[in-house]
T-cell receptor, first 112, second 116 residues
Framework: KAGVTQTPRYLIKTRGQQVTLSCSPI?????VSWYQQTPGQGLQFLFE???????NKGNFPGRFSGRQFSNSRSEMNVSTLELGDSALYLC???????????FGPGTRLTVL | GENVEQHPSTLSVQEGDSAVIKCTYS??????FPWYKQELGKRPQLIID?????GEKKDQRIAVTLNKTAKHFSLHITETQPEDSAVYFC???????????????FGPGTSLSVIP
């Protein structure tokens, strides 16, 4: 069974630009969550999608948005990038949120 | 509120000794508590989880205990080995008010080093 995949693996952007990250969950998993990981901050919850609906979101500004498609693939978008957005962005899929989450390899975003 | 605290932030133990990581959570409605291990340069992976209807769960050298009254839970690793060296994250589910949906909030992590 293929694992969670994320593209691209690395991104370099400049302040003010926008970026779109993609996540393909494990086949059969309908829940996709997104996390921001920075040194010392651990895993900060961004949002969770289930069957194309955002069910929950964390405490991030509106510049961070996402969506999920009918095949459960998910994208997250960050607009008007700031230096502080530099981080590893991880997505995780599961059958339901209160079950084991399987993480992707992450997208390393660097904002210059 | 939704907050998960984790201590210590770093922990060094000698190979063969035990390691204990403690977490506290703030939402009394939390009912799912997973632990994830992240080795350097790799993705987090679930190592054990516990639900609020049990007080303890064990899987070989790893055990987790839950005290719902005090709102804290702990990870215990016995007979530590160098390959246990990693960052460990505790987490707790936080229900979204007036819905049956939850989110999982992670603690800041504990960097465990097992010295051979």
């Amino acid at each position: 069974k293929a694992g969670v995949t994320q593209t691209p693996r690395y991104l370099i952007k400049t302040r003010g630009q926008q970026v779109t990250l993609s996540c393909s969950p494990i086949s059969g998993h309908r829940s996709v969550s997104w996390y921001q990981q920075t040194p010392g901050q651990g895993l900060q919850f961004l949002f969770e999608y289930f069957s194309e609906t955002q069910r929950n979101k964390g405490n991030f500004p509106g510049r961070f948005s996402g969506r999920q498609f009918s095949n459960s693939r998910s994208e997250m978008n960050v607009s008007t990038l700031e230096l502080g957005d530099s981080a590893l962005y991880l997505c995780a899929s599961s059958r339901g949120l209160l079950n084991e989450q399987f993480f992707g390899p992450g997208t390393r975003l660097t904002v210059l | 509120g939704e907050n998960v605290e984790q201590h210590p932030s770093t922990l060094s133990v000698q190979e063969g000794d035990s390691a204990v990581i403690k977490c506290t959570y703030s939402d009394s409605a939390s009912n799912y508590f997973p632990w994830y291990k992240q080795e350097l340069g790799k993705r987090p992976q679930l190592i054990i989880d516990i639900r609020s209807n049990v007080g303890e769960k064990k899987d070989q050298r790893i055990a987790v205990t839950l005290n719902k009254t005090a709102k804290h839970f702990s990870l215990h690793i016995t007979e530590t080995q160098p390959e246990d060296s990693a960052v460990y994250f505790c987490a707790a589910s936080v229900p979204l008010m007036k819905t049956s949906y939850d989110k999982v909030i992670f603690g800041p992590g504990t960097s465990l080093s097992v010295i051979p």
